[in-house]
T-cell receptor
Framework: NAGVMQNPRHLVRRRGQEARLRCSPV?????VYWYRQLPEEGLKFMVY????????ESGMPKERFSAEFPKEGPSILRIQQVVRGDSAAYFCASSLDREISPLHFGNGTRLTVT | QKEVEQNSGPLSVPEGAIASLNCTYSDRGSQSFFWYRQYSGKSPELIMS????GDKEDGRFTAQLNKASQYVSLLIRDSQPSDSATYLC????????????FGKGTRLSVIA
């Protein structure tokens, strides 16, 4: 049973470029959560998606950030025109249903903006 | 604003001692409580979950929950150097769309 798969593991982008982070949930899971972790900080909730729907994006910056979870394929977190402050680890987690069960995280994508 | 507070540490304990990690939360409606362990540069790993008042034991780990005091703790008995990591407390309300809220974590160092 594969867990949550994220790719790439490491991503380097220059300021102004776009970053695309992918997350494949556990097979059969239809709920995906994205969290961001800055160095020496805790995990900050960004967005919660169910297949084809954004349920809660209260933690996501209003500009430059977007997320989707299409009917087919992985969830994508997209950051346009990246800035140095976007450098962080981005973690994805999935769950089977809408009630909170323990979340299991992928290995994360470490974004570095130069 | 739902908040989860943890002492950032570092908490240093000698090998074989009991490490006690504490967490308080602000939302009285919280129903689910989790402890995650995160090694440097790695993803968080779930180690304990607790849903009702009292103690829950799993091997060397014991989670304690007191909803009246809005307090949850994690005890690690017979601490080992391999337990050295950051421990994240996470809290959720079972209300459908609510995501987990994490504390900033407590860094534990077990000295051999």
């Amino acid at each position: 049973n594969a867990g949550v798969m994220q790719n790439p593991r490491h991503l380097v982008r220059r300021r102004g470029q776009e970053a695309r982070l992918r997350c494949s949930p556990v097979k059969g899971h239809s709920h995906v959560y994205w969290y961001r972790q800055l160095p020496e900080e805790g995990l900050k909730f960004m967005v919660y998606l169910q297949k084809e729907n954004i349920i809660d994006e209260s933690g996501m910056p209003k500009e430059r950030f977007s997320a989707e979870f299409p009917k087919e394929g992985p969830s994508i977190l997209r950051i346009q025109q990246v800035v140095r402050g976007d450098s962080a680890a981005y973690f994805c987690a999935s769950s089977l249903d809408r009630e909170i069960s323990p979340l299991h995280f992928g290995n994360g994508t470490r974004l570095t903006v130069t | 604003q739902k908040e989860v507070e943890q002492n950032s540490g570092p908490l240093s304990v000698p090998e074989g001692a009991i490490a006690s990690l504490n967490c308080t939360y602000s939302d009285r409606g919280s129903q689910s409580f989790f402890w995650y362990r995160q090694y440097s540069g790695k993803s968080p790993e779930l180690i304990m979950s607790i849903y009702s008042n009292g103690d829950k034991e799993d091997g060397r780990f014991t989670a304690q929950l007191n909803k009246a005091s809005q307090y949850v703790s994690l005890l690690i008995r017979d601490s080992q150097p391999s337990d050295s990591a950051t421990y994240l407390c996470a809290v959720a309300t079972i209300s459908g769309n609510t995501p987990l809220v994490f504390g900033k974590g407590t860094r534990l160092s077990v000295i051999a």
